[in-house]
């Protein structure tokens, strides 16, 4: 049975930094690009990042790319999002997937698993 389990959300003043992990049993996890997505209330699902599966390559999207990094460690089957300079807008519930697909990373269908999702609430 494959889980995914973030943790590592909380409260953050805006400008203060927060790192959030996603640890995974159940699956190869070194074979699966992890992207992280977000929600926010009243909004879609967001796209955040992700890393491909062998730490080559990463994808942000563009209202991150300067501020987060993702990191994984495969021997721990953890991913990580590393979160600096968090806006009140970065507040919402953020989830950790997995996906065989690199070329769709962004794309929330062609992740196959997703974690239960930790908040994260930046103050102004």
């Known amino acids: 049975q494959v889980q995914l389990v973030e943790s590592g959300g909380g409260l953050v003043q805006a400008g203060g930094s927060l790192r959030v992990s996603c640890a995974a049993s159940g699956l190869t996890f070194s074979s699966y690009i992890m992207g992280w997505f977000r929600q926010a209330p009243g909004k879609e699902r967001e796209f955040v990042g992700a890393i491909n599966k062998n730490s080559v390559s990463t994808e942000y999207v563009g209202s991150v790319a300067d501020r987060f990094t993702i990191f994984r460690d495969d021997a721990k089957n953890t991913v990580f999002l590393q979160m600096n300079n968090l806006k009140p807008e970065d507040t919402a519930v953020y989830y950790c997937?997995?996906?065989?697909?690199?070329?769709?990373?962004?794309?929330?269908?062609?992740?196959?698993?997703w974690g239960q999702g930790t908040q994260v609430t930046v103050s102004s």
């Open positions: 997937a997995a996906s065989l697909k690199w070329s769709s990373s962004a794309s929330p269908t062609e992740y196959i698993y």
